[in-house]
């Protein structure tokens, strides 16, 4: 059984930093592809960053160059650092896993396609 559970959420003035933590269990992470989700308020959760089994990344372009994911194969642990935060990053972010050996670019954008979710934590960045 996989278990995902994020914290690190909170609210921050743009500009700001913020850093998500997703605690997993259950899974190896050299089979999985892991990543984050972000949903805005009345919008479609979308994919914003993803690391594949082979420690392989993969960010939207609202992200690229302000946040960075990594993970600590010791804890089991995936990170979400988010520097130069904006208000249009506000949301619930999700910590996601999708079972098999996919890069981090081809992990996939569709949340259907990942299997295991976290219980979200929000972020609100205010102007």
């Known amino acids: 059984q996989v278990t995902l559970v994020e914290s690190g959420g909170g609210s921050v003035q743009a500009g700001g930093s913020l850093r998500l933590s997703c605690a997993a269990s259950g899974y190896s992470y050299r089979s999985v592809c892991m990543g984050w989700f972000r949903q805005a308020p009345g919008k479609e959760r979308d994919r914003i960053a993803t690391m594949g089994f082979d420690g392989s990344t993969y960010y939207a372009n609202s992200v690229e160059g302000r946040f960075t994911i990594s993970r600590d194969t010791a804890k089991n642990t995936l990170y979400l650092q988010m520097n130069s935060l904006k208000p249009e990053d506000t949301g619930i972010y999700y910590c996601?896993?999708?079972?098999?050996?996919?890069?981090?670019?081809?992990?996939?954008?569709?949340?259907?396609?990942?299997?295991?979710w976290g219980q979200g934590t929000q972020v609100t960045v205010s102007s």
């Open positions: 996601a896993a999708r079972r098999g050996y996919w890069s981090g670019s081809s992990c996939g954008d569709f949340p259907n396609l990942y299997t295991y």
